[in-house]
């Protein structure tokens, strides 16, 4: 059973800087599309970075060039590093993986599909103040 648990979330002023981690337990780092989703309240749950089983990795406009995915085969772990945050950066985080052999992370016009991921992390709030 894949267990996902997100980490760092917090409150930070704007053009600040925050780090999220993704503890993954249960699981062999090998062939998953592994993925960050962000939810602002009263919306639905965005994608907002991916990265595939041989470190590629895919933003979406809003977070391009200010936030990183990668993550750490030893520790077990996906993180995403988060810069020049603003306010429209708050929300709920979340991490989630597809579960698939494929290896490969699909947008769909700009956009990932929550019913693509089959495991889920539980959130972490991040709150961005101007």
């Known amino acids: 059973q894949v267990q996902l648990q997100e980490s760092g979330g917090g409150s930070v002023q704007a053009g600040g800087s925050l780090r999220l981690s993704c503890a993954i337990s249960g699981y062999i780092f090998k062939s998953y599309c592994m993925v960050w989703f962000r939810q602002v309240q009263g919306k639905r749950r965005e994608g907002i970075a991916a990265i595939t089983s041989d470190g590629s990795s895919s933003y979406t406009k809003s977070v391009k060039g200010r936030f990183t995915i990668s993550k750490d085969k030893m520790q077990n772990t996906l993180d995403l590093e988060m810069n020049e945050l603003k306010p429209e950066d708050t929300g709920l985080y979340y991490c989630?993986?597809?579960?698939?052999?494929?290896?490969?992370?699909?947008?769909?016009?700009?956009?990932?599909?929550?019913?693509?991921?089959?495991?889920w992390g539980q959130g972490t709030q991040v709150t961005v103040s101007s």
């Open positions: 989630a993986a597809d579960g698939e052999d494929t290896g490969e992370c699909s947008w769909y016009d700009e956009e990932l599909l929550e019913e693509d991921f089959k495991y």
